[in-house]
C-alpha cells in the first residue's frame, strides 16, 4: 500500500487493519488517499466504506461480491430482460405489460372505461375490449304506417315504432330506404315478418308474402314464401308471420326486404297502421357472426 500527498502515520497501516475491516484515524491521517489492488476488494478482506468515493478503473469490468448497493440513480442503458429489466426506457401510460420472450417487454394500448382485457389467441398480445354484455345488444321494429298495395315489394309506408310509451330501439338500430332494410353490424341476426292482409268484399285467393336477402347488396333471394287464403266470402282479414336467421357477415353487402303480392283481388293491401302493429318486421341480433 502507498501514501499519497503525506507521509504514512506513526505505526503505519498493517494488514490487520485491512483483514478486519476498519481502517481507523489512527491508522492513516485524515484526507489521506489510499491505493490498493482490485484485488483487495474481491478477495473477501471486508473494507468498509462510509463518506468516501469508491473509483474503479476502466479496465474493471464488473464489482463482485461487494454487498448491496443501497441508494443511488441507474443512468446507463436500459437493463435487459435476460437481466432482470424490461429492455425499455417507457411503458405506454394505463397500458398492461406484455411479456415478449427474451425481448424488451411490451405494452397494450390504454383501454376505455368499461373495457376489460380480452386474449386474442396464442402468440397474439390481447387487448382492451368492450365486455360482453351476456345478452342481446341490438333490435329495432319497424312497421307499415299505413295500408299499402299488395303488388310486390314493399318500398314504402315503413317507420320505427313511435307510439308506445315503452317502446325503443335496442343497441344500434336497422335502417331503412326504399323497403332496404341494412344492418348496424354483423352478427347473427333473427328477422321476424308479420305480414297483415286486408281485403274488402273478396272470396278467393288472396295472394302471397316473402322475407328476401341478398349477400351481394344487388341479388336477391327468396328466404321464406307463404299462400295467403281467404277462408269466407266478403271481408277478410288476416296475418302470417315469417321468421330467418340471417347471418350478417358485411352491412355493406348483407341486406333484406319484404315482398306481398295479390292474385285474384285487385283490392288486397299489406296493413298499415301508424299506432298500432299490423304488418310489421323486428329484427334481433342474436350472436357474432
Not at 49 to 57: A, E, F, N, Q, R
Not at 198 to 226: A, C, E, K, P
Request: proline share 1%; glycine share 12%; aromatic share 6%.
Amino acid at each position: 500500500m502507498g501514501y499519497v500527498g503525506q507521509a504514512p502515520p506513526a505505526g503505519g497501516v498493517t494488514s490487520s487493519d485491512i483483514n478486519d475491516g476498519t481502517i481507523t484515524n489512527d491508522d492513516i491521517a485524515s484526507d489521506a488517499a489510499i491505493s490498493m489492488s482490485k484485488t483487495a476488494l474481491v478477495d473477501g478482506t471486508g473494507v468498509t466504506l462510509s463518506t468516501d468515493t469508491l473509483s474503479v478503473d476502466a479496465s474493471q469490468t464488473q464489482i463482485t461480491a461487494v454487498g448491496t448497493i443501497g441508494t443511488g440513480t441507474w443512468e446507463a442503458t436500459d437493463i435487459g430482460v435476460e437481466h432482470g429489466g424490461t429492455g425499455v426506457s417507457t411503458l405506454t401510460d394505463g397500458g398492461v405489460l406484455v411479456g415478449n420472450g427474451t425481448g424488451a417487454v411490451q405494452s397494450t394500448s390504454a383501454g376505455t372505461s368499461g373495457q376489460v382485457l380480452t386474449s386474442n389467441g396464442a402468440g397474439v398480445d390481447p387487448t382492451f375490449q368492450d365486455a360482453a354484455g351476456g345478452g342481446i345488444t341490438d333490435a329495432t321494429t319497424f312497421r307499415l304506417s299505413a295500408d299499402t298495395a299488395a303488388t310486390g315489394d314493399l318500398t314504402s309506408n315503413w317507420e320505427v315504432d313511435d307510439s308506445a310509451s315503452g317502446y325503443a330501439t335496442l343497441g344500434s338500430a336497422v335502417t331503412e330506404a326504399s323497403g332496404i332494410f341494412t344492418f348496424p353490424s354483423t352478427g347473427i341476426w333473427l328477422v321476424i315478418y308479420t305480414c297483415a292482409i286486408n281485403n274488402v268484399g273478396y272470396n278467393g285467393d288472396l295472394g302471397s308474402s316473402q322475407i328476401l336477402t341478398t349477400n351481394n347488396n344487388s341479388t336477391y333471394i327468396q328466404r321464406t314464401y307463404i299462400e295467403h287464403k281467404s277462408a269466407s266470402s266478403g271481408d277478410d282479414y288476416h296475418q302470417i308471420t315469417h321468421t330467418i336467421l340471417f347471418d350478417v357477415d358485411s352491412t355493406a353487402n348483407d341486406k333484406v326486404k319484404f315482398r306481398a303480392t295479390r292474385t285474384n283481388s285487385t283490392t288486397a293491401n299489406a296493413a298499415g297502421h301508424t299506432s298500432q302493429h299490423e304488418t310489421h318486421v323486428q329484427f334481433i341480433r342474436l350472436a357474432d357472426t
